[in-house]
C-alpha cells in the first residue's frame, strides 16, 4: 500500500506519526544484527504514545 511493497499483506499499519518524525529517524538508525531476523542490538521501547482523533 504504502513505500514498502515487501511488507504488504505481512503487516498491519497500526498508527501514523504527526509530529516527531525526528524520533522515527532515530529510531531507523539503531543499529541491527546482521543476521535474520535483523533485529536491534539494544531494545526499542516506545514510553510515551497519545491517540489523537481524526477531524472527519
Request: aromatic content about 4%; glycine content about 8%; proline content about 9%.
Amino acid at each position: 500500500m504504502g513505500g514498502t511493497p515487501h511488507l504488504d499483506q505481512n503487516y498491519t499499519v497500526y498508527g501514523e506519526v504527526v509530529r516527531g518524525l525526528d524520533v522515527v529517524d532515530r529510531i531507523a538508525a539503531v543499529p541491527t544484527s546482521r543476521t535474520p531476523p535483523d533485529r536491534p542490538v539494544t531494545d526499542v521501547r516506545i514510553i510515551k504514545a497519545r491517540l489523537v482523533k481524526r477531524k472527519k
